[in-house]
């Protein structure tokens, strides 16, 4: 991948809800290629508001978020589509569609804004379609309706086509949440292999011990103030930051994290 990808930051942002409730507060943080960076935390810590802030979908209550040289803001769409992919929680079809042309959306940025403005695919196209495919083990499914594939199998469909947009900044909101334990170590995987080659990904995760394996960096949010606490994953991922946190006793065991009972309980 191309030393030019442009790095996506976040310099002094707070992050608040209706109450107030402060999520985070002074926040930096700098998602670059060829590094995965987990955000983890309680429920309602804020780790999905974090990833529409770093998306541009959410303007922050406080601070910076920039891409490259600029403020995200400013980038055109169909440019920061192709720099920026984001894929949300919740990804419903409502059409059995053929899992090729579902990736094909991929490459909607490269064609104008939404479908009607897309002009006929061109061999480019269709080659980013197959490579995309091949890129995350998924060439088998090309002719599959996608109503007839597995949990694993259309998530690995839906990481195809965030890659059919070329884009090196990739984003993913609990990806791996409806998956069974081998479908979401397959899927951290295909993550891992895409930061060998050059990706710079980001993404909200429940599951602790899977963000302590797939991670160059942790962002742990649900501290009191919105304080957010960042850094390798043996720095961040300890029974002192998290049992406090999450509120439960916590050990590092041989195998990883331990998890006991609630500390109210003690």
């Known amino acids: 991948m191309s030393a030019a990808v442009p790095r996506l930051a976040l310099r002094g942002v707070e992050l608040r ?8 507060r002074a926040l930096d943080l700098e998602l670059t290629p060829g590094s995965i960076t987990a955000i983890v935390g309680p429920n309602g810590a804020g780790k999905s508001t974090l990833l529409r802030v770093l998306a541009g979908l959410r303007t922050p209550d406080a601070g910076e978020v920039s891409l490259g040289d600029r403020p995200i803001a400013r980038w ?14 919740s990804t ?15 490459r909607a940025p490269h064609h104008g804004y939404g479908l009607l403005a897309l002009r006929p695919f061109a061999a480019a196209d269709d080659d980013a379609v197959t490579a995309a495919l091949a890129r995350v083990d998924a060439a088998g499914l090309r002719e599959r309706r996608v109503f007839s594939l597995s949990g694993g199998e259309y998530q690995r469909v839906l990481l195809a086509r965030m890659l059919a947009t070329g884009a090196p900044l990739l984003l993913l909101d609990e990806p791996t949440a409806a998956l069974d334990v081998g479908q979401a170590l397959g899927f951290l995987a295909q993550l891992r292999r895409l930061r060998d080659l050059g990706h710079g990904v980001a993404l909200a995760i429940h599951d602790l011990e899977h963000a302590r394996r797939v991670a ?8 009191p103030g919105g304080g957010v606490i960042q ?11 998290l049992g406090p946190i999450f509120q439960v006793e916590v050990r590092v ?14």
């Open 92 to 106: 419903p079809l409502y059409a059995d569609l053929r899992v090729a042309d579902l990736v094909a959306l991929g």
């Open 216 to 223: 160059d960096h942790v962002v742990l949010l649900g501290a």
């Open 253 to 266: 065991g041989a195998d990883g994290l331990v998890f006991g009972g609630p500390l109210s309980a003690r």
């Open 17 to 24: 809800v209706p109450g107030p409730r402060v999520l985070a």
């Open 76 to 89: 055109p769409g169909p440019a920061r589509a192709q720099t920026l992919a984001w894929l949300p929680q």
């Open 231 to 241: 850094g390798p994953p043996t720095a961040v991922l300890t029974p002192a930051h």
